[in-house]
């Protein structure tokens, strides 16, 4: 416990210097930004700034892209209440009720509890990631290659379970991903695979071209084929504090919804995404008046809205103690931090603690400040949904350029994007998700690393994967997860979660 | 906009009918890719299990996605899919990806193969990114596009070039050693980002928009 404090007042302390309060606050109005923007996404985003974080120092910078992350969560529900369309895909069940709510004239009540809601849960949230921190870094530390391998297939399998869609075009995308890591060289024995001779593959293909090019053109290639019309709520916003007694309506919703996107954040697969469904669908079911839902009830947007950012927010415990990115986003931030030079991982905590700390404790003064940039000024924000699609996309297209050139001044890395950017679109309009393949890519790297190491050192016996009993029990547990998944009966269940 | 649909076209009775184009052409895909990664691989040794070669994981990984694509393609035949056959669009993807080329070619002097591309600069890269990628949008209009661009530019040479200090080349070189011959880096980057901002500034003053309203605000169209 007092372990725990004295770590939270060290990461006080760096938080708190003045560079990377003001770095924190950018990060939360980007994502704010971000997240009220329909059409463009977190992903997309850190991805673009990735390159931008260079002249930046590790612990700013993280910082900074963490802010992305969970600030979108908060801007996202501000369009989902004003306009119908979620800003964000983790306030898509936003839009039920808290557009309804708008309808009759409480959209401040509904923005209200939306970002009190989420405040709430974000600081429940930096505490559950500041208590598990420790215990899970000393598990950490005890894994073997063996254990590593088989923990990243269950969190593959994780991915695969939670994504939407078809299992089988998840798995595909997850193979995919891991193939295009194995591009470039190979490090143990310097042949080369896969290049075709071309001498820029030579070095792997890079991180932040595919992720620019398959989230961050693809995007706009996908938006553009829809064309969308917006509908803003006319009526004033009214009141934005909620009164006591919608407060206390939604004091459980928002306690319950903590819990859920708490819990499913920790878990691989997108957490922030599946846990606001889970936590409406709960609410629904517990409530004595479902009928109310779809129809302005608040509880329809106390618990997601708590969940969706209580679950961005913990999914960051599987990268910060075992080095592993449960979704596309953490993925990217794998990426930052191997840019700076940081192996994400458990050794993190102990030879990085400024970093780690720091991190923590500034999730929490973001949520702080993401309050007060949310509510007061919502007016500001609104305004900013006037601008038109067509003027964003062209320089969401020019800052990928110059991004993409500023990492090493290579044209071909610019013409990479956009034949990812191609690609990306191409295989979402063949019903695949992007977003399996690159946690697959980033992943695909450090299993084969593992692996190989592994059977080093069993000296080529595939057994020590299931002799090593935690190995055997990760691997264990994915085999039956997938078996589960691929039951006709429970995939109905799963779909039913999903078109709710 | 053009569109097209795919050649596949789910045929009506039983039999060996497309049922989903979408997953038929999926697993092909898929299919196609393991076979060239096999193919890629082919001569690099796949060691053992205690020695594990280069080609071991990716030929192992290829096998995989090749019996995924097997069972999409499959499934494509006996399963219909909620999505029809898949709307393609050409505009979009063609004049992105022609931006983005272009931006590729003229940032900077490098050398593909044989051909060897010239300096222009993100003075002239950017602004032809922007206007080129912007008509990418059926909606885009010409001064709107111009103006973006002769604001984005400066603002983006300032954020990367001035403040975070990565090096890209401003103008052309002829024009920057004529032009800037004596000056350092940043100071020509900070002129050239004041002659963009006041172009754009002219620019916006003294033509007049089309439409009248300035920018025009995106369409609401409110259902009750």
């Known amino acids: 416990m007092f372990d725990l404090l004295s770590n939270l007042f060290l990461g006080f302390g760096v938080a708190l210097t003045f560079n990377n309060l003001f770095l924190c606050l950018i990060g939360c109005l980007v994502g704010t930004l971000v997240g009220i923007l329909p059409g463009v996404g977190p992903i997309a985003t850190i991805s673009m700034l990735l390159p931008i974080t260079f002249g930046l120092d590790p612990v700013g910078a993280l910082i900074m892209l963490a802010g992305i992350y969970y600030g979108a969560q908060y801007g996202g529900s501000t369009t989902a209440i004003l306009v119908n369309i979620p800003g964000e895909a983790t306030a898509v069940v936003t839009t039920l009720d808290g557009h309804q709510m708008a309808r009759r004239g409480q959209a401040g009540i509904a923005l209200g509890i939306a970002a009190i809601g989420s405040f709430l849960a974000g600081t429940v949230a930096t505490i559950v990631i500041a208590a598990l921190a420790k215990p899970l870094t000393g598990l950490a530390l005890v894994f073997g290659p063996a254990e590593y391998f088989s923990l990243m297939v269950m969190g593959l399998v994780f991915a695969v379970v939670l994504a939407h869609g078809s299992i089988i075009k998840a798995i595909a995308m997850i193979l995919v991903g891991i193939l295009l890591s194995t591009v470039g060289v190979d490090l143990e024995t310097g042949e080369d695979r896969m290049t075709l001779g071309l001498s820029f593959l030579f070095d792997g293909i890079d991180f932040a071209v595919l992720a620019m090019g398959v989230f961050g053109i693809a995007e706009i290639l996908r938006n553009l084929d829809n064309v969308e019309t917006r509908d803003v709520v006319r009526q004033t916003i009214g009141r934005l504090l909620p009164g006591w007694k919608e407060f206390k309506q939604a004091a459980a919703p928002i306690t319950r919804g903590t819990l859920i996107g708490s819990v499913l954040g920790i878990l691989p697969g997108n957490g922030a995404v599946l846990a606001p469904f889970a936590s409406y669908s709960l609410e629904k079911k517990i409530s004595n008046h479902p009928e109310r839902f779809g129809k302005g009830a608040i509880e329809g947007v106390a618990g997601p809205e708590s969940a969706n950012n209580a679950g961005a927010q913990t999914s960051f415990i599987p990268l910060l103690t075992l080095g592993i990115p449960p979704n596309a986003v953490m993925a990217l931030m794998v990426g930052a931090m191997t840019i700076h030079g940081i192996v994400p991982g458990p050794l993190v905590m102990t030879s990085n603690p400024t970093l780690f700390w720091g991190m923590i404790a500034s999730m929490w003064l973001g949520n702080l400040m993401l309050l007060i940039i949310n509510l007061p000024m919502i007016g500001l924000w609104v305004r900013l949904l006037k601008v038109p699609y067509q003027l964003l996309f062209p320089a969401i297209l020019m800052f990928c350029c110059i991004g993409i050139f500023s990492i090493n001044s290579e044209p071909v890395q610019v013409l990479m994007i956009a034949f990812f950017g191609i690609v990306g679109y191409a295989i979402s309009k063949l019903g695949f998700e992007p977003a399996p393949l690159l946690l697959g890519f980033v992943l695909g790297r450090l299993m084969e690393e593992n692996f190989r190491r592994a059977l080093l050192m069993s000296r080529g016996d595939m057994m020590t994967f299931i002799e090593n009993p935690i190995s055997a029990v990760l691997l264990a547990i994915s085999v039956l997860l997938l078996a589960v998944a691929l039951l006709p009966s429970l995939r109905k269940n799963r779909d039913e979660v999903f078109t709710e | ?224």
């Open chain 2, 1 to 224: 906009m053009t569109t097209r649909d795919l050649p596949v076209r789910p045929t009506k009775k039983g039999g060996l009918a497309i049922r989903s184009p979408e997953n038929v052409l999926g697993g092909l895909v898929l299919i196609a890719l393991a076979l060239f990664a096999l193919w890629l691989t082919l001569d690099l040794p796949r060691g053992t299990l205690t020695t594990v070669g280069p080609a071991m994981l990716p030929q192992a990984i290829a096998v995989l996605i090749g019996v995924c694509g097997v069972v999409l393609l499959i499934a494509g035949f006996k399963r219909r899919s909620e999505h029809g056959a898949p709307v393609w669009s050409l505009r979009g993807p063609l004049l992105v990806s022609i931006s983005i080329g272009l931006f590729a070619v003229t940032i900077k002097e490098h050398h593909f193969g044989n051909w060897q591309t010239i300096e222009f600069g993100l003075m002239f890269a950017g602004p032809m990114a922007i206007i080129i990628g912007g008509y990418a949008s059926t909606e885009a209009r010409f001064r709107d596009l111009l103006l973006l661009a002769l604001t984005l530019t400066p603002f983006c040479m300032l954020l990367f070039g001035d403040m975070l200090n990565l090096p890209i080349p401003i103008l052309p070189r002829f024009l920057s050693e004529a032009l800037f011959s004596g000056m350092s880096y940043k100071s020509s980057l900070r002129v050239t980002a004041a002659v963009l901002f006041t172009a754009a500034i002219l620019v916006f003053r003294f033509t007049k928009s089309r439409s009248g309203s300035r920018i025009e605000v995106a369409k609401h169209e409110v259902r009750n």
